[in-house]
């Protein structure tokens, strides 16, 4: 082999190395508030080209205005946008405040919920700039993270998985994953890629960006919006809770949910080691709704949000507070590992 050989061959291992180091850390974000940057705009622009590929409107994507700490794998914007007013975060007065948070786009396959996030927005938007509403949406603040998994979504052919083939619902840091997580994975579902945990727990960006979300906010309630399953699930508190919270308040809402979706079929799925209805339903009691869409099919999108809007309306306004005058110590106040404003 000439020596021009040898230092072709290895540039490209040396090329190949650095991409695969560049893989396996998360590369940083310019932390960006309530805004646009570059790297948003360039997002939008090939959501867009989604949104035209499965037959949609226009996203209006660029309208709206982002939260940007983290990156995917692949360097794709974890992002959220947020209705209501969050100025006061740091102060007692958010205490008071109502917050959902609303997440799409987890599995990257999953098309239709993408669009359905998307939908909730458009909805807010216009709900929240009607002064009619005003007494509804007052102290109510949502969180939309309408695409949690872009890396799996904007692939030609996309998949559950996030870029490093983990499933982002099997790796949340919850208590039973070292010992639960991976003798589940190697076992019941024999190294089936389709539900791979990872090595170990919290490690995908896609799962520190919820992680992180959901601590920062303490959000009063929690939806998940996947497909194909057409179910709607609850994960959380039975009856009062100790973070202020109210299980029984939390199931009345389900089934209020369910009626206003015309009967949509309420079943308690099991929770999974790593899975997100474990970690913020079970171990930190908030509600945590995990709503399942008919299909995939980004043909029914529209269908689907017909269905649906009447429920994430009231899922946004109702409030599942315990009377304040018995609420034991909240979880607001119990210290974090992070305390303080933790940058997503
Ligand atoms: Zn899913």
Known sequence: MKSRHVLILFSIVFLYSVNLFAQTITPAAPAVENGMTPAIKLYCEKLEKSF???????SECADFKWSHYRNSVLGNPLMWTVFGDVSDENKDSFKDKDVTIIMCGVHGDEITPVKFCFDIMYYLRAAYADPQNAKDFHNKVVLVSPLVNPDSYFKAKPSRMNARGIDPNRNFPTKDWQIEARKMWLTKFRRDKR???????????????????IKRFNPDKIVSVHSPLTLLDYDGPQHSATNGLDGSKAQELLIQMSKDAAGYNIKDYPFFPGSL??????????????????????RKSGEYWSLFREAMHKLVVHNLRQDVAKAPETFKNEPTENPGLIPN
């Open 195 to 213: 539900r791979n945990p990872g090595e170990k727990p919290n490690s995908e960006p896609e799962v520190i960006f919820q992680v992180n979300l």
């Open 277 to 298: 209805g474990n970690w913020a339903g079970q171990e930190r009691s908030i509600p945590t709704y995990t709503l399942e869409l008919p299909s995939s099919d980004p």
């Open 52 to 58: 035209k590929k499965y037959g949609w409107n226009k």
